[in-house]
């Protein structure tokens, strides 16, 4: 018998995300999870598009959390691959398909099985592989290469991408026919800068959840100062951007000791917006913390010695 290989995908998820639901107290971000809502009891699929960072991902699962299907919660990064490679990822190979090809290969769509399926990126993807794509999503079939047999796609699809589709469809990134395929079933999520109102929210999520993602005990709460000094930043990285800022300040903070994050264990991580006044304290206590880590490494490497 033909050993199957996959490509790699990240973990079936049967569970809730595991903060449940989006921070959605902006205007913007309470109409894409209400479109969320909307789209996500149905098979149809639906298109994500924004920023790197903004949580495209989470989104993606909370919408397989919210459709209640029996199938897990996969995903799979378009630009990961090399684009000669797309297709194969996408639709698998039998033995014979091409010079090498030994043994059969899932793709990933057979691989999510009755479950949802991410796939990241999607602009990213060769026109004549997107083409192939929406032969899937029309025909709910495929073919893996090498192979005449006729495959079911039981998955439901979401497709991200990090710009709006009119936008990559104008640029030739996007083939047209795919991006009426959806018609109005797009979110659009928006950037951090745009719902300042939830940075507090992610920051304290993030923190609550520093213990399980570290495996070490550390802060529990924030200064105000380092709070609101947080809730002042620019975020070119969005939600992920700020998520690192907090989780680095936490291990900081715990090499001091402290329950507490303060202004100074943000120091040279956060980009303050111009004329914050906390802007200056965090550039002078950059230097000294950075010293202070520096002899206590230098101390425990003569302790070791």
């Known amino acids: 018998m033909s050993r199957v290989t996959t490509p790699q995908l990240l973990p079936d998820r049967r569970s ?5 639901e989006p921070v959605a107290l902006a205007p913007s971000m309470i109409a894409a999870v209400s479109r969320a809502h909307a789209f996500a009891p149905a098979a149809t699929p639906v298109l994500l598009y924004g920023e790197t960072g903004t949580g495209k991902t989470f989104f993606a699962d909370y919408i397989h959390y919210l459709s209640g299907r029996s199938g897990g919660f996969h995903s799979f990064t378009v630009s990961t691959v090399a684009p000669q490679l797309a297709a194969d990822a996408l639709f698998g190979h039998v033995p014979g398909a091409f010079t090498d090809a030994r043994r059969i290969r899932a793709g ?3 691989t999510a099985g009755v479950g949802t399926l991410l796939l990241d990126d999607l602009h990213t993807l060769d026109l004549g592989v997107q083409k192939q794509l929406l032969q899937v999503l029309d025909a709910g079939s495929y073919s893996a290469g090498g192979c005449d047999r006729v495959l079911t796609a039981a998955c439901r699809f979401i497709l991200a991408m990090t710009d709006d589709p009119d936008t990559l469809m104008r640029q030739g990134q996007l083939l047209k026919d795919l991006r009426y395929r959806f018609g109005e079933c797009a979110i659009w999520i928006p950037p951090l800068r745009e719902r300042r109102s939830e940075i507090r929210v992610h920051a304290q999520r993030t923190l609550e959840g520093c213990p399980h993602r570290t495996g070490v ?8 100062a380092a709070l609101a000094l947080l809730c002042e930043g620019e975020y070119p990285g969005n939600v992920r951007q700020l998520e690192g800022i907090v989780l680095q300040a936490y291990l900081v903070a715990r090499i001091d000791g ?3 994050i303060d202004v100074k264990h943000l120091a040279g991580e956060l980009i303050p917006r111009v004329g914050t006044s906390d802007a200056g304290t965090v550039r002078k206590t950059g230097a000294s913390w950075n010293a202070r880590l520096r002899s206590r490494v230098a101390m425990s490497a003569r302790r070791r010695n």
């Open 217 to 224: 005990k550390g802060p529990t709460r924030f200064s105000p």
């Open 16 to 20: 809730p995300p595991s903060s449940n």
């Open 108 to 110: 990933v769509i057979a």
């Open 258 to 260: 402290l329950a507490e």
